[in-house]
């Protein structure tokens, strides 16, 4: 087997965390549209939210989580849940 690029991994991983921080938006989304689906919205935005999670630590894991979350805003509440609240990366960007 090849060795796989750091640039490519960066990529993949980077795309993951995009599309399942847009599912978050999503989520929040159709639970104001549909109050009847609040219960099951708030299951699915935990589920992704644990997903962003998995993918942070591989990405820490190859040392290439500076890299993944360079143009990314990652929800603090989720920063603070993998680092600490007092962690320099949960201070870092606005979110």
Do not use: F
Not at 9 to 33: C, F, H, M, P, W
Not at 59 to 79: C, N, S, T
């Amino acid at each position: 087997m090849e060795n796989t690029s750091r640039v490519a991994v960066t990529k993949v991983l980077t795309d993951l965390l995009l599309t399942q921080l847009g599912d978050i938006n999503s989520y929040e989304e159709r639970a104001n549209e549909l109050p009847v689906k609040q219960e099951r919205m708030r299951l699915e935005k935990e589920k992704t939210e644990e997903s962003i999670l998995t993918i942070m630590k591989v990405a820490d894991e190859l040392g290439l989580y500076e890299d993944v979350v360079r143009d990314i805003v990652i929800p603090r509440r989720i920063k603070e849940y993998y680092w600490g609240p007092e962690h320099p990366n949960t201070q870092t960007s606005l979110s």
